[in-house]
């Protein structure tokens, strides 16, 4: 039997859960940038998580091992995790996810992220970043993977704030999914992993253009 075009594949109504269930957040209960990003991908529905830790990502690896709603996959290599998620994808039609660190972790995941651009796979490729007031400094570890992956994504973020993590989770995981899909990356700055927030699910999108 062959296999489905992406375009096939993804066709119809993106299957993306815009509206989770309410009983699964709390809004208003104080958590760390880290803890609001595993909520999200909770509250997204995701399953499957791919990737590896690094210094720049780790507030949120340690959280990751307390989640009991998706499974996370240790790889071995940054692009192994990125199209371990391309494939994840195919396979399953949903949105593949994987996490990696800053810097040289962060660049060894831009070819599966341009693969999946030129295939039209969706994918949400979440990269460490140094702390705000780091960044422009050639810090340990410092690259502008926002700017690097600019020409091969479907669109790039760079969180600095804790309490933009849900709304950008929520707009990466959906232009991903809808349209022509494709991979959004979503660097995540060590302030906005460690800075506290008040969890609250974006109840709307606004979306220009």
């Known amino acids: 039997m062959a296999l489905p075009t992406p375009l096939q594949a993804f066709s119809g109504v993106p299957k993306i859960n815009t509206a989770p269930d309410k009983q699964t957040i709390v809004d208003g209960e104080k958590m760390t940038g880290a803890q609001a990003l595993i909520r999200s991908l909770e509250d997204l529905g995701v399953e499957d998580v791919f990737g590896i830790p690094g ?18 996959v240790l790889m071995r290599h940054e692009q192994a995790a990125g199209h371990a998620a391309e494939g994840y994808a195919l396979a399953t039609g949903k949105v593949g996810v994987c996490i990696v660190t800053s810097g040289p972790g962060a660049t060894n995941v831009v070819t599966a ?41 479907k669109h790039s973020f760079l969180v600095t704030r804790a309490q933009d993590i849900p709304r950008v989770l929520s707009e990466a995981y959906y232009i991903a ?33």
């Open 113 to 153: 992220i341009a693969d999946a651009n030129m295939d039209s796979v969706p994918m949400v490729v979440i990269t460490g970043q140094v702390g705000v007031q780091a960044i422009g400094t050639d810090a340990f570890q410092e690259a502008d993977i926002v700017g690097i992956t600019y020409p091969v994504s």
């Open 177 to 209: 999914n809808t349209g022509r899909p494709g991979p959004v990356v979503v660097d995540l700055t060590k302030t906005a992993q460690t800075g506290d927030m008040y969890y609250s699910w974006p109840q709307r999108m606004i979306l220009p253009g």
């Open 55 to 72: 210094g720049a990502i780790l507030p949120v690896y340690h959280e990751i091992k307390d989640n009991t709603k998706f499974r996370f």
